[in-house]
């Protein structure tokens, strides 16, 4: 029973960040029709950014996630402007190839900037766990669960009670209605890029400090924030929200009772089942397939 | 020069290449090119004529080489079963076709899943599937070797008249046997594409709710298509087995899928032609950019290349340099049809 509430605890800390990452994905899905093969690099350099910014300038720890979110923010803006916006009328596949293209240039920048060897981000938090009953839990984690649940409340906020969420969620509705309503609908998806990018940086930020940093970290990331995506529904915010608790759970209680080797593909076994049992996601409404 | 005489030339050139040029270093990154070249086409029947991006091909390679070596080499693993499977070595061309037999069956297994839904969900079932495969191959030791990899796999051989079965163990032994796999595999894609199923996935690519309507079979062309594709891949990877005689989890690794996409896109995909330009341009550039720049170099470079050539060649270098052979406004530098999403 102990053992239950510890990898539940563990999951659902790891799940925090996974829905980040997969709202970040599913929102670009959703509204700009575009899938994203640059998120699990966003998320890479949210994390060297937490490197250079902690252990090489010595700012502080909070500071730095900031700015890796902001840097985020702002990356995710240039590749929108640059790469994405002159190819917005072409198909997916187009998009698909072009974002394959950052995704290996970026990937290998990072190799290239910092090195193969994987770095360690210093946080300021006790290494002590704290123990509450049969469970214990790293402060550091736990700082992560908050800064995750706050960031997915203001973003639920964002996107239901304000303007700029309305004119989101009219874009992705009907891109050419949205327009004619008056939504600017070109800076909807410069935002939107650029939000979704903010998202996987400051995951990557909060993780950097948990995990060790390394070049290719991005990948596997990136590829769960997929699963995450199709176990929600492509394009289903809450969906994917669910689905990032669902696959940390899956994956931490896989780990602990089936076979910690396994671990990262229980993912990938979740996309091929969901899409065996239902294709749609399995928190989707009806007719938004493919 | 009609396209068959410019074929038989070029086969032709690239046969009498090991007569000639006697570098050997050169025959192996040849041989190496080749194989991806032949991974390339069967991604280019999916890719090029079916519209659909297959992100998980080196899934079916990996497979493909995998099964190859274990069935030469032998195995015997414990499944469950009251008694191991074992399995004695069997002889190398058995387990060619036998690799290429299995890596056909998975095609049809993920061209059943995934074709219930297409576009992005193909890709990233693809893509998961190519993971799951990497991890099996990585972790099932008692099969695989793990990441100590399978060696000593045996070479290809084949019977000669006058002095019986040889092994193909020579560069240019190994050079030609790539060719010669690669040549039928050519043919064989270049008769299928021509053939009513050729048409047929035409016809779903270019508008598929018309193509529906005049009773054409979607799904069903579609997992042939995977079917075949995912054998051809098979044999690309059992060649790579039975030439290199090692085999790791890293044939499954991502970065290999990608060279292949590469080659298919900046040839023209959708061309026959298009793989084979585009292979031996990207499997001989790594070699001419190798001592002036470091590994993460070349791939940043690969990267930029993919993104320039969708943007100044969205249909790959064969179909701007045919046009331009006929010397018409390269149809190539327009963009193509914009459709709607």
Known sequence: MDQILQHGLNGVVLGGTYALLGIGLTLVFGIMRVVNFTHGELYAFGAYLAYLFVALLHLDFFLSIALAALAGFALGAVIELVLLRPLRTDDIDTVMLVMIGAWIALQNGEQFVWGGVAKLVPSPFAQEPLVFGPVSVLPLRLFVLAVTLVLLVAFYLLIDRTRLGMAMRATFQDRDTAALMGVDVKGIYTLTFALGSSLAAIAGALLGPIFLVNPTMGNLVGLKAFAIVILGGLGNITGATIGGFVLALVEEFGAGYLSSEYRDAFGFVVIIAVLALRPQGFFALKGRVG | ?341
Request: glycine fraction near 10%; charged fraction near 10%; include cysteine.
């Open chain 2, 1 to 341: 020069m009609s396209a068959r005489v410019f074929n038989l030339l070029f086969v032709a050139l690239a046969a009498s290449l090991p007569l000639w040029m006697r570098d050997p270093y050169l025959l192996a990154i040849l041989s190496s090119t080749g194989i991806f070249i032949i991974a390339a086409i069967s991604l280019n029947l999916l890719l090029g004529f079916t519209g659909q991006l297959s992100l998980g091909h080196a899934a079916f390679f990996g497979i493909g080489a995998y099964t190859s070596a274990l069935l030469s080499l032998g195995f015997d693993v414990d499944i469950g079963l009251p008694s191991p499977v074992v399995v004695d070595p069997k002889p190398v061309w058995v387990a060619f076709f036998g690799a290429v037999a299995v890596s056909g069956l998975f095609g049809f297994l993920i061209g059943k899943l995934a074709f219930r839904v297409r576009g992005a969900y193909f890709v990233i079932v693809t893509i998961a599937f190519a993971e799951v495969m990497r991890m099996v191959a990585l972790n099932w030791v008692d099969l695989t070797e793990g990441p100590m990899a399978l060696n000593n796999i045996p070479p290809l051989s084949i019977w000669w008249p006058g002095s019986g079965l040889i092994a193909l163990v020579t560069k240019p032994q190994a050079y030609w046997l790539v060719l010669a796999v690669g040549v039928v595999c050519y043919f064989l894609v270049a008769h299928m594409v021509r053939s009513r199923i050729g048409r047929a996935l035409v016809a779903l690519r270019e508008n598929e709710p018309l193509a529906r309507s005049v009773g054409v079979r979607v799904t069903h062309y579609l997992v042939v298509a995977t079917v075949v594709s995912a054998a051809i891949a098979g044999a690309a990877g059992a060649l790579y087995a039975h030439c290199v005689r090692i085999v790791d989890p890293d044939v499954f690794l991502f970065i290999y899928t990608v060279t292949m996409v590469i080659m298919v896109v900046s040839g023209g995909k959708g061309t026959l032609a298009g793989p084979v330009v585009g292979g031996l341009i990207f499997g001989l550039m790594p070699q001419a950019l190798r001592g002036t720049a470091p590994p993460e170099v070349q791939w940043i470079i690969y990267g930029i290349g993919i993104i320039l050539i969708v943007f100044f060649l969205p249909r790959g270098i064969v179909p701007a340099f045919a046009d331009l052979a006929r010397l018409r406004v390269p149809q190539a530098l327009r963009r193509p049809a914009k459709v709607a999403p």
